[in-house]
């Protein structure tokens, strides 16, 4: 064997001189070691690892050389020669007398050399430095996970406006990935960097986060959100806070922790079992909302300097979402101090008429609360709204729209759009006409880069007729429930958007007898991510076929919204004919001569008396004359009186074709004509003229109680005197 580990022996099969110049130049460290693990042979790079010379290393053991190294280096070599089989890129760290301050890593293989009868008379061993690749690639993974940490950070921020979600999410992220345990305290009121009050009391915005499974099962004190935690000026928080900057800080520090004056909180710490902190100041703009603190202790992991950054980068990520919640809480209150100013109508009382309406803001999360008969409004406001008016001789308006986009921006748009609305009823204008109008002031209003768009249902319910005369600027379809519970859909009239231009209205005239219901509603109702418009207007029909009140009707069909699924506004309007109104109702040609003034006045006397009006029957003849003789001299053309009672009040109406508006006049003492709208305008409770599509409508609201009626006509016997005579 001693001839065998000679040092001409050891170079058998290969050229001696060359062999031994190969490996003492070569860049990889070799060398070669006996049954004894001491060192034969060794070369340049493996001397300059080592730091020790030729003659130090030849015949010494390796453990004696290396005594600071891992012992498998000395273990595998004597596996090797007992096996005969090679191990190869086995990593093994130590420090060497080159390195004595710094921990290397070697890659070491390990080859048998075997004698001239095969058996394994030594160990070639080479070894690689892979210290620098190492870090590199800890470095890498670093860099890695840091921008994995900020990405789904980043990400978290932006998928929610809601604070709560958004740190809870990065707690979740923090935990474990970053820490064992993350928790946030949030001010009730920011204070600007330079304050400096004795105490900062902070309160627990989300619950405590903890990676260990034992300590998740058990009752972690201080972990409740809304709890209050007060720290004076040597917590870690406060320090965080008087710096700017974050505190990394060691956990079993009493000094520090014992900042935190809330009792029992350093019990909470040893329960926990924490050894490192950071705490991280929250800072938007010059003010400081809170703080988040990490912890590790279980895992045996450290904070490092680097560790130390990405939590501040962390923080950062937290007071974005801060700032933009907090932006997002303006814009709220903003659009819900519009909703409640501009969208909830006050509804009128209706003869013969149940109306109920419903709205939901939507918010994205499905815990939008109702606005209407029930709890007050907390989110975001959109661009619905939906009213009802009042028009001349007891007609009412019903309108509903949405403008596209939400918050504030759609609120502002639906403002004016509901005001604008109110202001062209008020002209009595036809429901088409009323829609060209809105049409032009959208357009009006959407100049510009931010163009506004909006759909609308205006209808007009004609008592006299019992119809609902109505246009659509591109709004789904109104569904009417017919008395005998059949459901249809209200097509016809059909436009486009508002604001496009360039359309023509039409409007549409259907039943609407007693019993009847109408329903209009928005796309909220009909339409979310997982049902489309199609199979939500089935469900509506379905839903709206049910007989009962409009109450009842109208919680029936709330019950239709896809809470989960939408992120829209959800209006809702029913009127239901509940008592008939038309029953008492006289319809009169006119033909174009003056006869046919005193054929009205006799029909109107003999109605009222049968309808047992007796005492309206003086001035609403009176009323009755004027009008027609009005009509008659200044239109020449055939006309139509219709006169209708109410459970309060008479409505006189006379129709012509011609578009001329008349005007009261005011004549001297020597003009024979000119005072009849005058004598109008003293006896009637209301008049006004309200143009048609085949001409005008001149109309007058008579209230028909005793008191109010004996009045008037005191009042103007001069004028029925000066009437009779002429």
């Given amino acids: 064997m001693q001839d065998v580990l000679s040092d001409h022996s050891l170079d058998v099969g290969l050229d001696a001189p060359l062999a031994t110049q190969m490996i003492e130049f070569s860049p990889t460290a070799m060398a070669i070691i006996d049954p004894d693990l001491r060192v034969r042979r060794s070369n340049r ?30 273990q595998l070599a004597r596996w090797v020669l007992a096996t005969g089989e090679p191990v190869e890129d086995t990593e093994i760290t130590g420090r060497t007398v080159m390195f004595p301050q710094e921990e290397r890593i070697w890659r070491f293989s390990y080859f048998p050399l075997r004698d001239c009868e ?43 406006l809601e604070l709560d979600a958004t740190l809870e999410g990065i707690a979740d992220l923090v935990v474990p990935e970053f820490a064992d345990t993350c928790s946030v305290y949030l001010l009730d009121e920011p204070l600007g960097k330079d304050a400096r009050p004795e105490l900062l009391e902070l309160r627990r915005a989300i619950i405590t986060r903890v990676s260990d499974p034992p300590l998740q099962s058990c009752d972690i004190p201080f972990s409740t959100v809304g709890e209050i935690l007060s720290c004076n000026r040597n917590s870690p928080i406060y320090q965080a806070f008087a710096s700017g900057r974050p505190i990394h800080y ?93 969208l909830a109508p006050d509804i009128p009382a209706v003869t013969g008429m149940d109306i109920a309406w419903r709205y939901e803001p939507g918010s994205g999360s499905g815990r939008s609360p109702r606005v209407g008969p029930g709890p007050p409004i907390s989110v975001e406001v959109g661009g619905d709204w939906l009213d009802v008016i009042p028009l001349s001789a007891g007609r009412v308006a019903l309108v509903i729209g949405d403008v596209v986009g939400r918050g504030v ?113 928005t796309d909220g109702i009909v339409e979310s991510r997982d049902i489309d418009v199609s199979q939500g207007i089935s469900r509506l029909q379905e ?72 005492e309206a029957v003086d001035t609403a003849e009176l009323l009755v004359s004027e009008i027609v003789t009005n009509a008659i001299r200044y239109s020449r053309v ?42 109008v305008d003293a006896l009637a409770t209301r008049w006004d003229t309200r143009p048609t599509h085949s001409g005008k409508t001149v109309w007058c609201q008579l209230d028909t109680g005793t008191d109010a009626q004996t009045a008037r006509v005191i009042g103007v016997a001069p004028f029925a005197a000066a009437s009779s005579a002429s």
């Fill in 45 to 74: 790079a493996l001397r300059a690892i080592s730091g020790l010379s030729r003659e130090r290393m030849a015949g010494t053991p390796i453990p004696e050389l290396l005594p600071d190294v891992d012992p498998r280096v000395w």
């Fill in 543 to 614: 839903a709206l076929a049910g007989a009962g009140t409009a109450d009842a009707t109208a919680d029936r069909l709330m019950r239709l919204v896809d809470h989960a699924g939408r992120d829209d506004d959800v209006a809702l309007l029913l009127v239901r004919a509940a008592a008939a109104t038309n029953t008492r109702t006289l319809t009169i040609p006119l033909t174009p001569d003056l006869s046919a003034v005193g054929q009205a006045r006799h029909a109107v006397t003999t109605a009222l008396r049968s309808w047992q009006l007796p």
């Fill in 638 to 679: 055939p006309g139509e009186l219709v006169l209708r009672s109410a459970p309060t009040a008479l409505y006189i109406e006379v129709s012509d074709s011609d578009s001329r508006l008349p005007r009261i006049l005011h004549p001297d003492e020597q003009e024979e004509y000119g005072r009849g709208l005058i004598l």
């Fill in 118 to 160: 095969g058996v394994p008379a030594a160990v070639g061993v080479i070894l690689v430095d892979v210290t620098d690749q190492r870090r590199a690639e800890r470095e890498g993974a670093r860099v890695e996970r840091r921008l994995r940490l900020h990405s789904r950070a980043s990400a978290l921020v932006g998928r929610s």
């Fill in 409 to 521: 921006t759609a609120a502002a748009v639906m403002g004016q759009l509901r005001t604008a609305t109110r202001a062209f009823a008020s002209l009595d204008l036809p429901a088409d006409n009323v829609l060209t109008h809105l049409d032009n002031l959208v357009q009006t209003i959407g100049a510009g880069p931010d163009g506004a768009l909006a759909s609308c249902v205006y209808a007009i319910f004609e008592p006299a007729t019992a119809t609902m005369v109505l246009a659509n600027a591109g709004h789904p379809p109104p569904a009417l429930r017919d008395p005998d519970g059949r459901v249809r859909l209200l097509a016809g009239g059909d436009g486009a958007l508002l604001g496009i231009g360039g359309q023509v209205f039409v409007q549409a005239c259907h039943p609407f007898p007693v019993g009847a219901t109408l329903a209009l509603y």
């Fill in 250 to 342: 060691a956990a079993d520090d009493e000094s520090l922790i014992s900042g935190y004056q809330t009792p029992g909180f350093i019990d909470y710490f040893r329960r926990l079992r924490l050894r490192w902190g950071i705490a991280v100041p929250l800072l938007v703009g010059r003010f400081f909302h809170g703080a988040m603190v990490a912890h590790v202790g279980l895992s045996g992991r450290i904070y490092t300097d680097d560790d130390v950054e990405m939590a501040a980068d962390l923080g950062e990520r937290i007071s974005a979402a801060i700032a933009n919640a907090r932006a997002y809480a303006r814009e709220r209150e903003v659009s819900v101090m519009l909703q409640r100013n501009l």
